[in-house]
C-alpha cells in the first residue's frame, strides 16, 4: 500500500480537503498519514486539530511552527521553522507521497522538505490566479510538485503553460465542491449556530435572517489591514442586519484586522452581530447557504459560493484574478461601496448554482490518482 502523507496546515485547508482525506483513508491501495501544523494546531485559530480528530482521523504528527506577530518576518521565520519540522516528520513517517495543499505561505515548508528529501510532491489547486503573495507560492510549488491535481480546466492550461508535462496534470475538481454538493437540495440545513458554537456578541436571534463576514488580511497590503477593516466595519454597522463576523486567518496583518475589530466591538457594542473563532466546514457551508450575503475576501466565496449560489461581495485585491461566478460583486475598501453592494446583494437573492471548481466527486478522483500516478521525483521542464 502507498503510504499518502497529507500535510494541513490551516482550517480552511481542512474544509478543502476533507473528501479526499476520507477517500484515501478509504481506498483500499492507500495508507493515509496526516501531518497537521501551522495554525491548524493553535487555539487562538480555531482548534482545527480537534475537528480533524472528531472526524474520525489519526493524526500522526503534530508539528508548531507559527512565530507570533502576524507579520512578513514572522511568516518568513514560521515558514523556516516548518522546513525544519516537517523534514523531521516526514523521517518519521517515511511516506511514498507528500500531498500539499493550495497556497498558504506553510506550504511552501512542505514543498520544500519533501522535494529535498526525495519523496514524489503531490500539489492540489495548482494553476490558479490570485493576489497576494499567495500567487507567488502557488506558482513556485507548482514548479517543486510531481503531479498537479488541479480544480479547473483552466488551471490544467496554466499548469502546462509553466512548462508541466501533460502527463502529470489532472482535473479532479476541488473537493471543497463535494462538501457543498448536498447541500443544494437539502431541507435540512438550519441550525442554530449561536447555540452549537457560542460566539461572542450581543446578537442573539437570526431567524428573519442574517448576513456573514469573513475578511482576511492582504499580505502584500498587510500596512493596511487596519484601514481595511475599519471600512467594513463602518459598512456593517450602517447595514444594521444581524451579522455573523469570523475571526481572520494567521497572515501578516492578522493583528491589524483584529485589533480593528475589537475595538470596533468594543466602541459599539452592536447589538446585531455575534463573532466567531471557527466551525466545522459543513456546518460553515450550511451557514452561508442560508444567508443573504457573504462579505470579504475569503475564497470560499468565490469556489463554494459558486456552486452554492450565494451572493458574495468581495472586497478588495485578495483573489483578484481567480475565476468566479456571476453571484460574486467586487468592491474596494470603501465603506460606501462595500454597504450598497451588499444591500444590491440582498435584494437579488440567491444566484443559479455554477460548476467552475467541480461537481462534486473531487475528493475520490484525487484518491484514484495518488493510487495509480508514477512515484517519481525528478522532473524536466515540458517544450
Known amino acids: 500500500m502507498r503510504k499518502v502523507c497529507v500535510v494541513i496546515t490551516a482550517r480552511p485547508s481542512y474544509s478543502r480537503i476533507r473528501t479526499a482525506l476520507k477517500a484515501i483513508k478509504e481506498h483500499e491501495e492507500?495508507?493515509?498519514?496526516?501531518v497537521v501544523a501551522a495554525s491548524a494546531v493553535l487555539d487562538r485559530y480555531g482548534n482545527a486539530h480537534e475537528l480533524i480528530e472528531a472526524d474520525g482521523f489519526q493524526i500522526d504528527a503534530r508539528v508548531?511552527?507559527?512565530?507570533?506577530g502576524e507579520s512578513l518576518p514572522a511568516m518568513a521565520k514560521s515558514t523556516g521553522i516548518g522546513l525544519i519540522e516537517l523534514s523531521t516528520a516526514f523521517d518519521n513517517l517515511k511516506p511514498d507521497i507528500v500531498v500539499t495543499i493550495a497556497d498558504r505561505y506553510e506550504t511552501m515548508a512542505t514543498a520544500v522538505a519533501a522535494s529535498y528529501m526525495n519523496i514524489p510532491l503531490v500539489h492540489i489547486q495548482g494553476g490558479e490566479v490570485t493576489g497576494s503573495i499567495d500567487e507567488k507560492v502557488r506558482h513556485a510549488i507548482t514548479k517543486l510538485a510531481d503531479q498537479h491535481l488541479v480544480s479547473s480546466e483552466e488551471s490544467a492550461i496554466r499548469v502546462k503553460k509553466m512548462g508541466e508535462d501533460n502527463d502529470t496534470i489532472h482535473v479532479t475538481g476541488c473537493p471543497s465542491i463535494d462538501l457543498a454538493v448536498d447541500l443544494l437540495?437539502?431541507?435540512?440545513?438550519?441550525f442554530d449556530p449561536i447555540k452549537k458554537y457560542g460566539g461572542i456578541g450581543r446578537l442573539t436571534e437570526i431567524d428573519d435572517g442574517y448576513i456573514v463576514v469573513l475578511q482576511h488580511p492582504v499580505t502584500t497590503e498587510y500596512q493596511s489591514s487596519l484601514n481595511h477593516i475599519r471600512e467594513t466595519c463602518e459598512a456593517i454597522l450602517n447595514l444594521n442586519t444581524p451579522t455573523l463576523w469570523?475571526?481572520?486567518?494567521?497572515?501578516?496583518?492578522s493583528d491589524g484586522t483584529s485589533r480593528g475589530i475589537r475595538a470596533f466591538r468594543d466602541k459599539y457594542d452592536p447589538e446585531k452581530i455575534r463573532f466567531f473563532k471557527n466551525f466545522e466546514g459543513i456546518d460553515f457551508?450550511?451557514?452561508i447557504k442560508n444567508s443573504k450575503c457573504l462579505i470579504g475576501n475569503s475564497s470560499v466565496g468565490?469556489?463554494?459560493?459558486a456552486f452554492l449560489g450565494v451572493p458574495?461581495?468581495?472586497?478588495?485585491?485578495?483573489?483578484?484574478?481567480?475565476?468566479?461566478?456571476?453571484n460574486v460583486v467586487d468592491v474596494a475598501h470603501d465603506a460606501s461601496k462595500i454597504e450598497g453592494a451588499v444591500k444590491s446583494q440582498m435584494a437579488h437573492g440567491s444566484y443559479p448554482s455554477q460548476t467552475i471548481f467541480g461537481d462534486g466527486n473531487g475528493g475520490v478522483r484525487i484518491a484514484d490518482c495518488l493510487a495509480r500516478m508514477p512515484l517519481k521525483y525528478q522532473k524536466r521542464i515540458s517544450y
Do not use: Y
Open 246 to 253: 469570523f475571526w481572520p486567518n494567521v497572515d501578516a496583518g
Open 302 to 305: 468565490i469556489r463554494e459560493s
Open 185 to 190: 437540495h437539502d431541507e435540512e440545513l438550519r
Open 64 to 68: 508548531l511552527m507559527v512565530i507570533e
Open 30 to 34: 492507500l495508507e493515509l498519514q496526516l
Open 312 to 326: 458574495v461581495v468581495n472586497i478588495g485585491s485578495r483573489q483578484s484574478g481567480r475565476q468566479r461566478g456571476d
Open 285 to 287: 457551508l450550511k451557514l
